[in-house]
């Protein structure tokens, strides 16, 4: 199985990413569900199912010191790729690490109906603040209230989305996990309240720009903002904090497997299918599951 994530856009160059670009003719990397075929290692068994980062391709040889065994009966295999992998773990440690967020404030989540973003929101409300999810489309605003349990969802595509802001943040914004930025969030950075926290997980809107987006240049009104409303803005990038990946296992294994933390997923068949199912994280048709391609 094959992991299916945004960051793989800007491996293939033009744009900027925490991971090194690939050249062209080498595999697309990233994390992968396997099951090992020959070992020369006692800690390892032919049949063993293990979560690897050999990306797209039939067979890599490993080491051992970048996979780790999956056991079914703890939970599906398929969450190696999804809550209990580098899905997870971003919106973890994003959430967690980056910023000390506080119980009662209200949580911002862009991107929130999709796999990093969902997860955030719900470890959001596990720790006591009030969150608001940001999506596209009606189904996906109401996956987030209905079925995630959000506070309030804001439809970034409908002709109201401004009126829907005021009213999802009527006490502004105390904490905010960034996932896509776009045009929308100079509309939202208005609503920072004094000494909020902000975490920039991705900026998937603006992957694939080149040069500098024309029209209005907001830079000096967000520096104004964080000068003046004390705003502390922080990024991170999971290769240089992978360090913690057991932390986020043993709190996060036991909250997946109770049905705590929920994810959706989405399977497509065929390895063949695997450049034109990454192509629809960028083009509108993603659902929002995680995506994964499961290999003939």
């Known amino acids: 199985m094959f992991s299916i994530d945004p960051y793989q856009r800007n491996l293939m160059g033009n744009g900027s990413s925490e991971w090194p670009a690939i050249e062209i003719g080498d595999p697309m990397g990233g994390p992968t569900v396997a099951v090992v075929v020959e070992s020369r290692r006692p800690d390892f068994a032919p049949g063993d199912h293990i979560q690897t980062w050999s990306g797209w391709q039939d067979y890599a040889v490993s080491d051992g010191s970048d996979i780790r065994k999956l056991d079914e009966a703890v939970a599906p ?27 009662g404030g209200t949580l911002l989540v862009t991107g929130a109906a999709g796999a990093v973003g ?3 929101a719900q470890i959001g409300k596990l720790r006591g603040l009030r969150v608001v999810g940001v999506a596209g489309g009606p189904a996906k605003t109401a996956y987030l209230k ?36 776009g045009p929308l969030f100079p509309v939202l950075m208005e609503y920072f309240n004094p000494h909020a926290k902000m975490v920039v997980c991705g900026t998937i809107a603006d992957y694939s720009d080149t040069e500098l987006p024309r029209g209005v240049n907001y830079l000096p009104r967000l520096i104004t903002l964080i000068h003046y409303r004390f705003v502390d803005i922080m990024a991170f990038a999971t290769p240089y904090v992978m360090h913690a990946f057991p932390d986020f296992l043993a709190e996060m294994t036991p909250l ?18 695997l450049p034109e199912t990454l192509l ?6 993603h659902s929002g599951r995680k995506l994964i391609v499961r290999a003939d």
């Open 77 to 103: 295999l398929s969450t190696a790729l999804g809550p209990l992998g580098l899905t997870g773990f971003t919106a973890w440690y994003g959430m967690t690490r980056v910023h000390d967020f506080k119980p």
């Open 118 to 120: 969902s997860t955030a």
């Open 146 to 181: 209905d079925e995630l349990g959000l506070d309030a969802a804001i439809d970034y595509k409908a002709d109201d989305v401004e009126e829907q802001i005021r009213r999802a943040l009527p006490d502004g914004i105390d904490a905010f996990y960034e996932n896509v930025g």
């Open 256 to 273: 997946v497997a109770s049905g705590k933390i929920s994810y959706r997923e989405e399977f497509v068949d065929g390895f063949e299918k």
């Open 280 to 285: 629809t994280l960028f083009d509108g048709s």
